[in-house]
């Protein structure tokens, strides 16, 4: 996982959505808290906050919790884009 959290830390600024979404959510998965790699996602996101869907949001704050990552900008802004489609999240 060093190889990938290094990977990742040279490319966050490409990644979208989906890819910022998915990391943060398989290493909380892991049960593990890169920090670096954490505060990298979590600008990722910020960043393109606006092309997030409902999925995506679900799974980057789902991963902040599990990893007891507080990052208060970024759940601000989750927050923020979950409300105008708050209708399109399915319970799971």
């Given at each position: 996982?060093?190889?990938?959290?290094?990977?990742?830390?040279?490319?966050?600024?490409?990644?979208?959505?989906?890819?910022?979404?998915?990391?943060?959510?398989?290493?909380?998965?892991?049960?593990?808290?890169?920090?670096?790699?954490?505060?990298?996602?979590?600008?990722?996101?910020?960043?393109?906050?606006?092309?997030?869907?409902?999925?995506?949001?679900?799974?980057?704050?789902?991963?902040l919790?599990?990893?007891?990552?507080?990052?208060?900008?970024?759940?601000?802004?989750?927050?923020?884009?979950?409300?105008?489609?708050?209708?399109?999240?399915?319970?799971?």
């Amino acid at each position: 996982l060093d190889a990938l959290s290094a990977e990742s830390l040279r490319k966050w600024s490409q990644f979208n959505p989906q890819e910022c979404s998915n990391i943060s959510w398989a290493y909380a998965k892991l049960v593990l808290l890169d920090t670096p790699l954490m505060e990298a996602l979590s600008a990722a996101a910020m960043s393109r906050m606006s092309d997030f869907r409902s999925q995506n949001l679900s799974n980057t704050v789902w991963a902040l919790a599990a990893c007891c990552f507080c990052d208060v900008p970024l759940i601000n802004a989750i927050s923020a884009q979950s409300m105008p489609m708050i209708s399109d999240f399915d319970p799971q």
